[in-house]
């Protein structure tokens, strides 16, 4: 019985560590106003150029990135019609960071329904004669 308790309590003291070391990347995606929220802006983790996390913001722009483990990223955020913005961070075990981004559009003007719009003119660009 008494191996048990050794084991039981190396294992609770492993797993309590590991939990420890894990951080958590959130934070809030806006325009560059501050107030509005951009919607499925894509926020990715990087290290040595591999995705280590990638998550979507929601309807309210928030984010959150779990678990990271310590050690130096790049935090890239993109989303359509936006200049893409990349931070890099550096992680320390067991913290929760938060970082609240603000995204610059690539033209004011440009709007997302007219980004998104589709074309009105969907005829082929080129035409196939069938000779007979």
Same mark, same amino acid.
């Given at each position: 019985?008494?191996?048990?308790?050794?084991?039981?309590?190396?294992?609770?003291?492993?797993?309590?560590?590991?939990?420890?070391?894990?951080?958590?990347?959130?934070?809030?995606?806006?325009?560059?106003?501050?107030?509005?929220?951009?919607?499925?802006?894509?926020?990715?983790?990087?290290?040595?150029?591999?995705?280590?996390?990638?998550?979507?913001? +929601?309807?309210?722009?928030?984010?959150?990135?779990?678990?990271?483990?310590?050690?130096?990223?790049?935090?890239?955020?993109?989303?359509?019609?936006?200049?893409?913005?990349?931070?890099?961070?550096?992680?320390?075990?067991?913290?929760?960071?938060?970082?609240?981004?603000?995204?610059?559009?690539?033209? +004011?003007?440009?709007?997302?329904?007219?980004?998104?719009?589709?074309?009105?003119?969907?005829?082929?660009?080129?035409?196939?004669?069938?000779?007979?």
């Amino acid at each position: 019985m008494n191996m048990f308790k050794k084991v039981f309590l190396g294992i609770a003291c492993f797993m309590c560590s590991y939990a420890y070391s894990q951080a958590t990347i959130k934070g809030r995606v806006t325009e560059k106003d501050g107030e509005t929220p951009i919607e499925f802006a894509v926020v990715r983790l990087m290290q040595n150029d591999s995705v280590i996390l990638e998550t979507v913001t +929601d309807e309210r722009g928030r984010y959150i990135l779990y678990p990271v483990r310590s050690g130096k990223y790049d935090r890239i955020y993109t989303f359509a019609g936006y200049k893409e913005y990349k931070e890099d961070i550096e992680i320390y075990g067991g913290i929760t960071v938060i970082r609240d981004t603000k995204l610059i559009s690539l033209d +004011d003007k440009l709007t997302y329904k007219e980004l998104y719009k589709p074309k009105n003119d969907c005829r082929p660009r080129f035409r196939i004669r069938l000779f007979r």
